[in-house]
């Protein structure tokens, strides 16, 4: 609803400009400009970024049309299972564990919870580091580390499209420039034609000015600033997970622990106290 929201301001605003300013749509619209100016930044990309970036691009992009990577609802979820699992695994040998771990999208209490299911990287996460303890590895403070350095390394990872939507969105006025200044050249070798030949050829040049600056400021960094923010709130999800998870390492009764992971979330986001008890009630 946002996404289509923005984009029906977007196209009413800059038709009521048009109107307004007595523009043709037809002056706008010049197809040579936009081209141009969309070729050359196409390539730019290409050349300064490596392929997989292209790949990232493409799994990133439709997350624009979205709203948020999770709802408050998928907290109270992520929030549900990490008791019932901490509470089943008190029960569990090392051995017993490390089955329920190795097993873990065929086991009963998964398919209670299908959010996590669907989302391949935090089941993963939570397996990874679940599984250290069946080795009788005790040292929390070093996978409390570990979890951090991973977090941050899917952040750089997750970052680099931002980076390269962003150069390409600095690039996009200055290859308008490029468009315009080669339009008025054509306008310039066209000097001795009529007036109004001329000013359509000066008027058409301009466009590639208006057409990079538009890429750049209503499209491109929108774009990125969006996903910059939806990335972010995917991460958000990967913390909340690890204080669970480390509070629960380090000892703490399980609704405890539980109640430290709700903590962090972000206030928008954040079940209320009373609602996590009643789904631990629920779970119990």
Not at 6 to 21: A, E, Q
Not at 98 to 119: A, M, S, V
Not at 175 to 202: D, F, K, Y
Request: glycine share 6%.
């Amino acid at each position: 609803m946002r996404f289509y929201l923005s984009v029906i301001i977007l196209v009413i605003t800059l038709s009521l400009g048009l109107f307004f300013g007595d523009i043709s749509f037809g002056i706008i619209f010049q197809i040579s400009e936009w081209v141009m100016i969309l070729g050359i930044g196409i390539s730019s990309f290409i050349i300064s970024n490596p392929s997989s970036i292209f790949s990232q691009l493409v799994r990133e992009l439709p997350k624009v049309i979205s709203e948020k990577p999770f709802s408050k609802t998928d907290y109270l979820t992520l929030l549900s299972f990490m008791f019932a699992f901490f509470k089943q695994s008190n029960s569990l040998t090392p051995a017993e564990l490390e089955g329920q771990i190795d097993n873990l999208e065929n086991n009963p209490l998964c398919n209670k919870y299908p959010i996590l299911l669907q989302h391949k990287s935090c089941m993963d996460f939570f397996k990874n580091y679940f599984r250290v303890l069946t080795f009788g590895f005790q040292d929390i403070y070093e996978i409390e580390y570990r979890m951090e350095a991973e977090i941050e390394s899917r952040r750089i990872y997750m970052k680099r499209i931002i980076k390269s939507l962003n150069k390409l969105g600095d690039s996009f006025p200055a290859i308008g420039i490029i468009a315009a200044v080669l339009g008025v050249i054509g306008a310039m070798a066209s000097a001795g034609s009529s007036p109004e030949i001329l000013g359509a050829r000066v008027a058409g040049a301009l466009v590639g000015t208006f057409a990079g600056v538009f890429l750049a400021y209503c499209i491109i960094n929108p774009f990125s600033s969006f996903i910059d923010k939806f990335q972010d709130a995917e991460l958000a999800f990967l913390e909340s997970m690890k204080v669970g998870m480390i509070s629960y390492m380090k000892g703490y009764p399980v609704p405890i622990s539980v109640e430290f992971a709700r903590q962090i979330i972000s206030c928008d986001l954040q079940p209320t106290f009373a609602e996590v008890e009643n789904i631990i009630y629920n779970v119990k």
